[in-house]
Structure formats: structure tokens, C-alpha cells
């Protein structure tokens, strides 16, 4: 029983590398790899070698017991699925090449799950007729297929990887808010247990409701989103989503002024001529909102986001004006457009652009500008957007301090779905008032192995791995720093914590110095390390605290002691 | 704590179904389906609901924990798989149209994993260099492909499924002789936890040696293997691999006599035109080996088995003959070739035909047999051969009692590989006088989903599932039978029981019949039933065994008492 949880290293599939993988990036890449967690199969396709899988095991461990406890229902759906229900969706085509696609020995199309919707849904309509059979949560954790691109940064975006993915089924629109809440609290505790820093962004702006679409970010410099962070207060947001507050000015500003202005191409070169700051002028970008010329007004030192400008405008085609667009409409004089003259074109608007507001903009002459613009009263703003680019130092919308950009993992995403899958199959299951109702959907999900890469960047530092001790792959490293005495006693420690129940990791490999050992040790990363080194023969060993870096000599006795302390007083 | 043991029935995804599916052949597919086990996704392919799913993790924990005690370690590698090692050790092409092949944006070749032995040999390669490195043993649970040309009985023959697969490494024979011995008696425990009745047969005959490779058959109705089963001792072998005993008898024979035979064109014909048994006449079969004509001799009444044959003679081709080969031969008149004019024909026998043995044969004449021919007086046999179809009542080799034929389940298959994939990648490690050695493996597997399947058919009875308890997706399943006072006393009695660490079912459904929920619980076949009914408001239950059938009265308590007790006291 005891030496079932002692893994000698001398055995142990994980060889350590001294130099780091050529294509490596990032640090969870690097230092997975160098310390025998994983190892490349192909692009972006990983093999989990006994310690990483531990890690694994335990991320998946706790991600299963908090969806246990909100009441979801474990399930294994295959990874193998047929064509039809997707073409029913539309994701077959829509996926593009992100999508792994094959073929049977008969000719017929499947491709590799890229994530369930579809398949949850026809389950539950085989499953459930009635309102009384509902709410219900399911959830499976599976290995899934993406065939990205660019795969990279070892486990972080791979094209085979771990997912929770679970789906909420409701007949009401509160059922699903109660589904998500259940969802969100649960991933709280999901990564506040791993040890995971975190922040809940909504995931995409006004449109769809502030609550319908959050993410869970791991702040880390390898990270691929960037998001909005508050150093005063609380809040954090996805770029896309950061909202102003539109504040009215009141004052008193001259009439119009039409200024000359040849050789000013640029916002730059306008402002430098002038005298002015860009931020002082409002640039005017036209755009075609579903064939209809559309300006929209930015100061004229931000950029406009037009990934932001499409979503707020979504289900209209939004596209960039060409050349042809300007024939025929002798009001549109380009590089010289100023909200003040344009009758026939819908005016949007960045709220900084607000009433009262004084603006250098163009005079709708060529080679003219014109001053003392203002809101209000010389031109209105049909539709406030929030479509410019966030930048660093912005205003928090919520105190007001300067915002950061920060990058992030994204680890978890809640999603608020409605009834786009159950009005493609046509799930409805029947009301209390004995008429059909349509299901509302929920599906939420969380990067399991990406979850293991994100700690990974999280905990690091110079010398290696740091796990949680959560996830870690073992509960103590004994390290034998020496033969015959060294190694008696390390094997004596190793079996005493085994005993006690701790998983211990046991470095009995022969033919190495210390040295290399406990810089193995470090690289490894589990919590605690038991050196038994050359005070052996006085029943001494070395404590050492991976995380703080503190080490003790101690009797073997009391160390054994403290380690098996409960947690919290070790 | 306590509630997260209890799964409502009003809840749970596992809709019961009265009738069976259309397309079941099998009673583990009938029921699998009909108790809400699993779905089907699409052909061969499944999704585990709840229920499915729990045995399915039991049935995985208790391989894992032989495996992790016979110090195996557990690894996940990809099922996504590139192209090039399945190249070199020839399987992309050998595997035909049961590999799933497909490509990724970039049109790369992968295939999906139908077996591992190609990647792991390559892992190993990559983690081991020194003879002090093994033997190691590695292992994964993990879902596996294979395009089954007919995928059916549900579960048990699936294109998609869970395998553990695990490989062992060492430098010399004895090694690998021992890490065989190791897997051996892991599965021979598993298979006893699991409470599957099983056996172990010699998976091929003699080539290979009779430890190379061993089948574990679970006996079924529904198995697709057929296997030969000792109703006397414990003698138990695959088909292909049963051997018998050459025993010559020394008798008086006549001379030969050449018989007029027309219009005897097949046995029977000639056994009835002569009054003798189809066992006194001699069958010549030709068949071409490397493409030399080559004569196999069997009893009139046996068939030959080519598969056999031609395992006994491989790596050499084995083909019938064709009317073309016999141009050219006046000494091979087809219809009635004796073994006694075949100077030229290499002849092989079947064990039956033993030296002193006198049959009735071909002439070498066209419309002639003869009788009387003996073999070691009128023909030798250059090779004796185990080859004909075994029939039951055929004496088994072991104690002479006539044997049984038998239907069963393969659900694990250990090999010893040998150095077959370590030649194809060149895996050598340094040995211990600093030369190179070839690393010799075994590879042995255990069908996770198909065991689920076994177990299914061997413990179901005509009214429903009946899992062994260490698999069973609870430990007991409470029935509400009826409303208000049965319910109430049915939800004290399943939180007692969660309280005490049980897993519970439990029947809360509203609007079902008492009669309905005892049928569901029965054919959903978790072990223990407690049914709160009629005297709930004594406190008085009902306790089943589903397993035996038995029911029986008693105040609450005792019954909880009773589930409480540590098993063999229940």
C-alpha cells in the first residue's frame, strides 16, 4: 500500500533537458517540456508524460467535484461526429479550416468535435419532453480537435486538447440567468482552487446584455488576449467591451472659422499646422452600414476598432468606403468630411465627442479646415458608440483612474446561447400549460489543459515550475543527495510519507550529484523538497519551501512531523 | 456534502425505454440502451449518458489501480496521430480501410490511433538511453478508432471506443518474460474485481511459443470469438490454437485394394457407394505453399482449416490450387489423389492420420479409390499439422474428455511483441558492457468500454441489468412508491444513506406508478433496491437484492443498518 505512492525517478518517464526546445515561446512551454512533462507530438498535438498527466488528472479532478456540486451531470459524448447536425447549425462551413474533417470507409463525412452544442442538444431532445424535466446541466470532459492555424506555445493552443464544455437546458429565460450564475460561481471556485489568478470580463459589449458573455482571464505575459485592468478598483474587461460615460460640456465657444490647410494629409500634419493637439480635431471615417454611407466621428488621436464598430452594429454588413463610393455625392469631399455638412449621412459618434464640444474638422472644401466645430450646435450625433481603440491611461468607467492593458489565458468562458441551437433542432419540450416551449441554452467552458499551462506561466520563476499543491504532481520531493547513508535515509522518508499518505516523488537516481538533483528538484516544482544530504549519518535533512525558496536542517523526525501537519500549519 | 451522493431520478439524463431498439442484436445493446446507458451518435459510435458513464469510470478506476500497482505509469498520448511512424512500421498501409485517415489544413497526413505501439516505442526512444532506464511499463486510458467494417452490438464493437493499452520495455527476454508475468496476473485481478468470468487462452499455436500472446475471453451468448472450453479440467484455448496428440497404432492391415468409385464425387457420396464412415476415408486437399503444390491430409469428416494452416507455414504463401496447376501433372488426377502415388508432393497431416492408421483414399485413377492404404506402409507424412476445424466432442488435449465450443468476448489480449517495432525505430538503449542493446516489448490491452458491454451480458436476467457491485453506477437505489409519506420517508432514507457514504439512486419521479419505478429500478440493475411504499407510515421498507431476486419487509432503520453493514455482512 505505502509504496504505491512513491514514484522513484529512476524510473520515473520524465527526462529533464538543460536547454530549453527550440520552438519554445513561452515559459509554461519551456519549462514543461524541460522538466519532462510533456513532449511534442506533432504541431500542436502534445503526449502527456506521467508527471504532466498528474497535474492534469488533478485540474480535472477539481473541475469535475465543483460541476458535481452544482448539480451537472457527467457525460461522455464522442469526439467522432457525424456531419448532418452541424450542417444543421451551420458550423460545418462556418468552422472553415479550423475544423478536422474526415471521412469513413464508406464515404461518409464526420469531422473531430470542435466543441458540443449540437450534439447536447439532440441529446436532450432524445431525452427530455416535459418542463418537469428541466432544468438540467450536463457536462463532459473530453479531449477536443482544432486545427488552428498557427498552433503554438506548447499545451496552451494545441490542436488535441482537454476541455470541460457543459450545456444548461431551461424553459425560461430566469433559468438559464440561475444556470449561468450556478456556472459562474462554480468556475470562481474551480479557479480559486487550482491557485489560478483570475478576472471575469464580460466578453463582448452592449449588444447582447452585460451578463450573456463572460471570460475568465489568467493574467500572464504569454497570454493572447489582451483585457482592460483597473490598478484603484476592481474592474477588468475585454478591450471590446470598456464603455465611456458620455459627459455634456457647457461653453461658450466662436463661431466657425474656415482655415486654409493644403499639404495636410494627416491628422498629424493637420494638427502641427494648426497648432494644435490631435486630440483637439475629430477625424471622420466613412463606412457602409448594409450599402449605406455611415461617419463616424473620433478624436482625432484614437483609432477606430471596426471589429467593435461590426458587432455594435451587427446583423448589418459594415464595410470600408472605396473610391467609387465618393462618385455622384459632390457633399462628400474626401479627406475634408465635417459632420457640419452632411444632411443625408446617418452621424456616429465616440461619446468623447459629446454636446458642447469643440472640434477642428474638415470644412467639406478641398485644402480647407474649419475651427470651433460644435456638438450640439453646428452638427448632431445620431447614435453614440464606444468603437475606438482602448489605449493605456484611459479613464476607468468605474473610478475613473488610468486603465492598463494587460495580457491574459483566456481559462473559462460563460455563455449566455438563447435559443439559437434549440430553434435549429427544434427543441421544445412541453409547458405546464400542455403547450410546446422552446429550450433556452447555456454552455460554458473551461480549458483543462490550457488551465495547466496558465499555472504553469502564473507560478514559474527563474529556477522552474512552483505548483499549487493542489495540482502539483506529488506532495513531497525526496531527494537522496548522496549514496549509502543518504540514499537509507531518503528511502526511510520516502516510506514514511507514503505511509502517511502523501504522494512523494523520490530521486533514488544513481550516478548524479546533488547538485544536479536539487537543481532538477527546482526545475520539477513540487511544494516541498526533503534533501537528505551529508548530516544523513545524524538522521538530518534540508526542508526547502519551493515557493518561498526557504530551506531548514532539521531532524528527520520533525520534518516528517511538519509535513504531515495539517495543511495550513506545515 | 451528503446531497452530492444522491442523483434524483427527476433529474437524471437516463430516459428508460419499454421497447428495445430496432437494430439490437445483443442483450447488452438491448439493455445498454433501453435502461438510458447510452445513446447511439452514429453507427458505431456512442455517447456514455450518466449511468453509462459511472460504470464506465468504475470499470476505469479498478484497471488503473492494477495497473499503478504493478508500478506501470500512466501517460495520455494524442489520438490524433501523424502519418510517417505508422509508415515505417508498415500499419498506415497494413491496416486498410479500419484506420481513419485524415488530413489537416496544411494537408498533412494523421490517422486517428488504433493502438499505440508506434508512438510509444518513440517515446521511449526519447526518454530512455541506458539499460538502467528500464524496464519501464507505461500505460494510458484512452479513447481509440478503428473504421469496423460492420460495427454493431452497441458498446461492444464500436468505431469509437475506450482502451487501455500498455507497453512494457526491457533488454532482455527474461525481462519482458517477467513484465508479461506482471500484466498477467494485473488482469487476471482486474478481471476478478470487475466480477467478470473469464478465461485465458493461448491466443495463436505453437509458432510464436505457447506464453507469447494470451487472450482473456469473457464467455456470452452475444461474443463474437468461439473458443474451446474443458467441461472436465480447467483446459480453455482459442480455436486456432488447440493441438492434439499423435498417437500410432500398430495393427494388421489387408493389402491395398483398388475400388471401382464412379459417381462419388464428394464423401458422403463415396462413404455411402462404399458403407464405410466419412472418418475411414482420407481427404488430400492441395493447396500451393510458396507456390509448390503440396498435398495436406485430413479425415473425411474434418474440415481444413486455412487460417490455421496458414499461420503454421507463414511467412510462406499459402493458395488453393487452381485447374491450371494441374496441366502437366498426370500423377495429380483431380477428385482422386492418394498419398501413396504423390512421389513429387511434399504431404502434411493432420495428427488423426497417425503412423498404422488404414484409410480409404484416392487411386491416383480417374473413378478409382482405394482401400486399405496405411500410412507409414503405403505413404509417410513429411509434417504433421494441427489443422483442422476443432468440432465439440473433439478430446481435450489435456484430459481427454470431449470439449465444448463456446461463444465469448475478447476483453484483453497480452502480447509479447518481441523486438518487432524496436527493430522499425531502432530503439536501443546503452547496456551494461556499453554496447547497444535492443530493447525486446510487450503490448497488452484491455477493451474499457467492451468490458462494460461483458459484464452486461453475462450478469443481465430477463428483467434487466444487474451490475456486480463494485461497478454498479450506485450502491443502492431508493423508490419513492407513492406520494407524500413514501416520498418523504424515501428522501430521509436516501440522505441517510449518501450520509453514510453510499451512492444513491433515488426514484423521485412524480406521476409514476409504484409498479413502473420497480420496473425501471430492475432494469436499470443497480444492486440493492429500498422501496418506500404502502407501510411508509409504519417507517416500514422494502429491501431487494436485484442480483438474487429477494425481498423483504423491515423498519427503516434495520434496513439502513443492514446496507451499512461492511460488505459480506449485508
Not at 418537469?132 to 480537435?145: A, E, G, S
Not at 459562474?184 to 491557485?195: C, D, M, P, T
Amino acid at each position: 500500500m505505502s509504496t504505491q505512492h512513491v514514484q522513484r525517478m529512476s524510473r520515473l518517464m520524465a527526462k529533464t533537458l538543460r536547454e530549453d526546445p527550440a520552438d519554445a515561446e513561452t515559459l509554461s512551454h519551456r519549462l514543461l517540456v524541460r522538466a519532462g512533462y510533456v513532449r511534442r507530438s506533432s504541431a500542436g498535438v502534445w503526449t502527456w508524460l506521467p508527471l504532466g498527466k498528474r497535474v492534469l488528472d488533478n485540474v480535472s479532478r477539481i473541475v469535475r467535484e465543483e460541476m458535481d456540486a452544482i448539480g451537472a451531470q457527467e457525460v461522455l459524448l464522442p469526439a467522432l461526429l457525424p456531419k448532418e447536425p452541424y450542417e444543421v447549425s451551420g458550423r460545418w462551413s462556418e468552422y472553415g479550416d479550423l475544423l478536422f474533417r474526415l471521412k469513413d470507409r464508406k464515404g461518409a463525412d464526420y469531422l473531430l468535435g470542435p466543441t458540443h452544442e449540437e450534439i447536447f442538444t439532440l441529446v436532450v431532445k432524445d431525452q427530455c419532453t416535459s418542463y418537469k424535466d428541466l432544468p438540467v446541466m450536463l457536462y463532459q470532459i473530453q479531449t477536443k480537435y482544432r486545427d488552428e492555424a498557427r498552433p503554438r506555445s506548447g499545451v496552451l493552443r494545441g490542436r488535441e486538447f482537454q476541455m470541460k464544455d457543459s450545456y444548461s437546458f431551461d424553459v425560461s429565460d430566469e433559468g438559464l440567468a440561475e444556470s449561468y450564475r450556478l456556472h459562474r460561481e462554480a468556475y470562481v471556485r474551480i479557479f480559486e482552487r487550482l491557485g489560478l489568478d483570475h478576472r471575469i470580463v464580460s466578453a463582448v459589449s452592449g449588444a447582447m446584455g452585460g451578463s450573456a458573455s463572460e471570460e475568465f482571464l489568467a493574467p500572464a505575459a504569454a497570454g493572447e488576449d489582451t483585457f482592460v485592468d483597473c490598478p484603484s478598483c476592481d474592474y477588468a474587461a475585454n478591450t471590446e467591451a470598456v464603455t465611456f460615460a458620455l459627459t455634456p460640456v457647457s461653453a461658450e465657444h466662436p463661431a466657425i472659422e474656415e482655415v486654409d490647410t493644403p499639404d495636410t494629409p494627416t491628422i498629424e500634419t493637420l494638427a502641427a499646422h494648426l497648432g494644435v493637439p490631435a486630440s483637439a480635431t475629430l477625424k471622420n471615417l466613412l463606412v457602409k452600414v448594409d450599402g449605406e454611407i455611415t461617419a463616424v466621428g473620433v478624436p482625432g488621436d484614437r483609432e477606430v476598432d471596426l471589429g467593435k464598430l461590426g458587432e455594435h452594429l451587427a446583423p448589418a454588413v459594415v464595410e470600408l468606403v472605396t473610391a467609387e463610393d465618393f462618385a455622384g455625392r459632390p457633399d462628400l469631399v474626401r479627406g475634408y468630411v465635417g459632420p457640419q455638412g452632411l444632411d443625408k449621412v446617418p452621424y456616429l459618434a465616440d461619446p468623447r465627442v459629446a454636446p458642447g464640444t469643440a472640434w477642428v474638422t474638415g470644412a467639406n472644401k478641398a485644402d480647407t479646415h474649419a475651427r470651433n466645430v460644435v456638438c450640439g450646435r453646428d452638427f448632431e450625433v445620431d447614435r453614440y458608440l464606444d468603437v475606438v481603440v482602448v489605449e493605456p491611461g484611459d479613464p476607468c468607467p468605474s473610478c475613473g483612474a488610468g486603465l492598463r492593458l494587460d495580457r491574459a489565458i483566456e481559462i473559462g468562458h460563460i455563455f449566455q446561447l438563447g435559443r439559437k441551437y434549440a430553434d435549429a433542432f427544434g427543441l421544445d419540450v412541453l409547458g405546464n400549460e400542455g403547450k410546446p416551449v422552446r429550450v433556452t441554452m447555456g454552455s460554458y467552458g473551461i480549458g483543462v489543459s490550457r488551465a495547466v499551462a496558465a499555472l504553469a506561466e502564473q507560478t514559474a520563476d527563474d529556477r522552474g515550475l512552483c505548483w499549487p499543491a493542489a495540482v502539483a504532481p506529488a506532495d513531497v520531493h525526496v531527494v537522496a543527495a548522496g549514496k549509502a547513508v543518504p540514499l537509507a535515509l531518503a528511502e526511510e522518508a520516502a516510506a514514511a510519507l507514503a505511509a502517511a499518505g502523501h504522494r512523494v516523488l523520490l530521486d533514488d537516481r544513481p550516478g548524479l550529484s546533488p547538485g544536479v538533483k536539487l537543481t532538477d528538484a527546482e526545475l520539477i516544482g513540487v511544494p516541498r523538497i526533503l534533501v537528505a544530504g551529508r548530516r544523513s549519518g545524524d538522521r538530518v535533512v534540508e526542508l526547502q519551501d519551493r515557493a518561498a525558496g526557504t530551506r531548514e536542517e532539521l531532524p528527520l523526525d520533525e520534518a516528517l512531523a511538519r509535513l504531515n501537519a495539517p495543511a495550513g500549519q506545515a
